[in-house]
């Protein structure tokens, strides 16, 4: 079984950074993509960052330029760099990961257990 281990949530003024962290442990053979969504409170589900095996990022439009998502492949861990931070950014941060366990296959699709960002104003 593949499980997530989410890091680097708190409190924090607005303007101001911090750095999310997301490892992955079990066994993996290799990983497609891996993703922070976060949700705020009564809303639903959003993604937020995403990067997938050849490198390439994708973010939603609110967070373009404040948000930078990265990876350590060998760490199989997964970082959020959140900066200019604003009290619409509060919300619990997911990470999530997908990719094969085994070199024959073997799919997994793997969630944190969410760590909350609250931006005081």
């Known amino acids: 079984q593949v499980q997530l281990v989410e890091s680097g949530g708190g409190l924090v003024q607005a303007g101001g950074s911090l750095r999310l962290s997301c490892a992955a442990s079990g066994t993996i053979f290799s990983i497609n993509a891996m993703a922070w969504y976060r949700q705020a409170p009564g809303q639903q589900r959003e993604l937020v960052a995403g990067?997938?095996?050849?490198?390439?990022?994708n973010y939603a439009d609110s967070v373009k330029g404040r948000f930078t998502i990265s990876r350590d492949n060998a760490k199989k861990t997964v970082y959020l760099q959140i900066d200019t931070l604003k009290p619409e950014d509060t919300a619990v941060y997911y990470c999530n990961i997908r990719g094969n366990r085994y070199s024959w296959g073997r799919t997994f699709d793997a969630w944190g257990q969410g760590t909350l960002v609250t931006v005081s104003s």
């Open positions: 990067i997938i095996s050849a490198g390439s990022t």
